[in-house]
């Protein structure tokens, strides 16, 4: 195992010591394995909240600020943070207006969330908790009851954030985060395993020429295994398997090409060109596309499409000025 670390029973809380160095603008606490905007709480406005294990960066750490989240909670790598942590980055960002817990169905992630939600409550906190369970590739697979939340996890922060900015009520905003969920999917392909440091050895394995098809972001099993194909055949597969699930023709999308953590940028654009004549051929229209390594699983090579049908609602909302240490713009 080669990487860039001190040990591996470190890994998280130098990471965030630092992000701390990095993003002053932030408070970050690592051994309470928090992060929030530095502005927080902030008075009337609804306060979001998300989490996970770590080794999906810049998910979700780097995206806390004005705009999307108001705090993170990393957990180990590829583990569920615990409820206290939950908890103290839950009050830490609470004001008048409630907090929503933006959660990735998996079933750690779910019962720790609800757990914290429940102490809140305790303290006089209201907290509704919204799921992401974008994933298509399958259904009950390894660590979680039904669709895994992958890659729309970001569309839905990113909305979210911004209708809490302007303003709305509790029950808005996750009304919201709700539609967006409803309205994306996700499908991802690896091309090589990652390797989790304090496991020291690769999460799976993969023959020469082989690739998984709808793998998981902390290396789960997917459909199936094939021979390695090209960026088209990737693409098309991944968007087919969208489409047969949400339909997309006649569609204006948000269109996310995510990188996996060891895919370089130039790979990804030849994705994103692939993605491109795929929905012109359906007659599709992505309205906005981001490219890039968004929701990451360590250094695992790969691409995994993710879509949002929007509507102008909510394009105005993905529009609106973002400003965290992996998403900015407008402000």
């Not at 002053?24 to 909240?49: H, I, N, Y």
């Not at 959660?103 to 019962?111: A, E, H, I, P, S």
Request: glycine share 12%.
């Amino acid at each position: 195992m080669r990487k860039l670390i001190n040990a591996p029973s470190d890994v998280v809380a130098d990471a965030l010591r630092g992000l701390a160095a990095a993003h002053p603008s932030l408070r970050v606490d690592p051994e309470a394995g928090t992060v929030v905007r530095a502005d927080a709480p902030v008075a009337g406005k609804v306060a979001l909240v998300s989490g996970g294990g770590s080794g999906h960066e810049p998910l979700h750490a780097g995206f806390v600020g004005f705009g999307m989240l108001d705090a993170a909670v990393p957990g180990e790598v590829f583990t569920s943070p615990t409820p206290d942590q939950i908890l103290a980055a839950t009050l830490a960002v609470a004001g008048d207006a409630g907090v929503v817990h933006i959660v990735k169905n998996y079933t750690g992630d779910v019962l720790n969330f609800r757990m914290a939600a429940e102490l809140a409550d305790d303290e006089g906190v209201q907290v509704e908790q919204v799921l992401v369970d974008d994933d298509v590739a399958v259904v009950d697979s390894t660590y979680t009851a039904g669709r895994r939340g992958t890659g729309a996890t970001l569309f839905v922060e990113k909305i979210a954030g911004a209708v809490a900015e302007d303003g709305a009520p509790l029950a808005a905003v996750a009304g919201v985060a709700r539609e967006v969920n409803e309205r994306s999917r996700s499908f991802g392909v690896a091309l090589s395993p990652s390797t989790v440091p304090a496991a020291g050895r690769p999460t799976f394995e993969l023959a020469d020429g082989e690739m998984e098809l709808g793998i998981g972001i902390h290396g789960e099993p997917g459909r199936e295994r094939v021979k390695a194909g090209t960026a088209k055949e990737i693409v098309d597969a991944s968007l087919g398997a969208i489409d047969a699930d949400m339909p997309l023709t006649g569609q204006e999308l948000i269109v996310l090409v995510n990188g996996m953590g060891g895919t370089p940028l130039i790979e990804q654009y030849i994705a994103a060109g692939a993605v491109a004549d795929w929905l012109a051929g359906h007659r599709a229209t992505a309205v906005r596309t981001l490219v890039g390594p968004y929701v990451t699983s360590l250094e695992m090579a790969g691409c995994m499409v993710s879509v949002c049908r929007v509507t102008p609602e909510l394009l105005r909302f993905w529009d609106a000025p973002v400003e965290t240490p992996a998403l900015r713009w407008g402000r």
